[in-house]
């Protein structure tokens, strides 16, 4: 008996099987928003305990957050191309552009260009999509298929600044200042504080001939955004300005 009781108090000292924390999409993401680093690691213990597409979801989710784009984007791309998964049609597509997404943010646009065919293949491709063609098309400076992409987005998504701004982009670089002010203009009336919207106003302003307006925009970028990757173009285009 005494061996029974002892072997029974040995049991309930040794730690169980590790209790998933998270154990739906709502908590993991409550738990990025918390914090990422844990999230990770019970986004690996959910997938332990079967947990399966939505647990390997929220690992790459918990990744991006952490920074660890490439990783993210292959794990994403490997869900989506897994034939054995179970998903649906349209959620391989979207697990797709969150691949394309992760990609672009990782500095690599030829992947990312890639998964989004791999998309549109399974799909026609929704604004969110087209966008973020446009952005891996103006990464490699093919500012025609931006362009095509844009509008085509635009033509859903009206009112979307950042697309306004990267069209501005796109006309810009193709030449065409006068086109791309009325884009850059519109982009920042949408949304005053998005740091596009500002560089490609202050751009296309100093291409039209408005220096005052130009330096303008760009200060104002620099005010709002000082640690925003276009506040380093902006100084630099502020100096060249007559």
Request: with cysteine.
């Amino acid at each position: 008996m005494r061996r029974l009781i002892a072997a029974a108090l040995l049991a309930a000292a040794l730690p169980g099987p590790a209790v998933a924390a998270i154990t739906n999409t709502d908590e993991c993401k409550a738990a990025l928003a918390a914090d990422p680093g844990r999230a990770r690691e019970d986004a690996a213990t959910w997938e332990r305990q079967g947990g399966g597409v939505p647990a390997r979801l929220c690992s790459a989710a918990a990744l991006a957050a952490l920074g660890a784009h490439a990783t993210a984007a292959q794990m994403l791309t490997a869900v989506a191309e897994n034939p054995s998964r179970a998903m649906s049609t349209s959620l391989r597509a979207a697990t797709l552009a969150d691949a394309a997404d992760q990609w672009l943010a990782a500095g690599e646009p030829h992947l990312a260009r890639t998964v989004l065919d791999q998309s549109d293949a399974l799909t026609p491709p929704d604004p969110r999509r087209q966008v973020l063609a446009a952005r891996a098309a103006a990464a490699e400076s093919d500012w025609p298929a931006a362009e095509t992409a844009l509008r085509a987005a635009l033509a859903t998504i009206s009112d979307d600044a950042l697309a306004h701004a990267l069209l501005a982009a796109a006309l810009r670089n193709q030449g065409d200042a006068a086109a791309a002010l009325p884009e850059a203009e519109r982009a920042a009336v949408l949304d005053p504080d998005l740091p596009e919207a500002l560089f490609e106003q202050g751009a296309a302003r100093a291409e039209t001939g408005d220096s005052t307006g130009a330096a303008a925009a760009w200060l104002a970028l620099i005010d709002r955004h000082p640690d925003s990757s276009l506040a380093g173009p902006a100084r630099r285009n502020l100096q060249r300005l007559p």
